[in-house]
């Protein structure tokens, strides 16, 4: 049984930082590359960033120099760091394993003053 929980969304002020976790099942959290996707109402849902169990990122350009993923394999968790927060990075913010259909139930994300 694989899960997947987020947690960290909110609201927050444009320019702020929020960091976002997702806490892992299973005994394939260390040999997987994780991801975290973001989704508005009425468009597609996006890769954000992802990581594989080396520790080797990518980042999507409209978040690369803000945004920071990062992982603990030690504790099945994947993190996502977001620094100088725009209004543009509204979004639900889902985590999910590379290659399979394994997605958690997403974390909002609320940028506005």
């Known amino acids: 049984q694989v899960q997947l929980v987020e947690s960290g969304g909110g609201l927050v002020q444009p320019g702020g930082s929020l960091r976002l976790s997702c806490a892992a099942s299973g005994t394939w959290f260390s040999i997987n590359v994780m991801a975290w996707y973001r989704q508005v109402v009425g468009k597609e849902r996006e890769l954000v960033a992802d990581?594989?169990?080396?520790?080797?990122?990518n980042y999507a350009d409209s978040v690369k120099g803000r945004f920071t993923i990062s992982r603990d394999n030690a504790k099945n968790t994947v993190y996502l760091q977001m620094n100088s927060l725009k209004p543009e990075d509204t979004a639900v913010y889902f985590c999910?394993?590379?290659?399979?259909?394994?997605w958690g139930k997403g974390t909002l994300v609320t940028v506005s003053s």
């Open positions: 990581i594989t169990s080396g520790g080797r990122t």
């Open positions: 999910h394993v590379r290659s399979t259909r394994h």
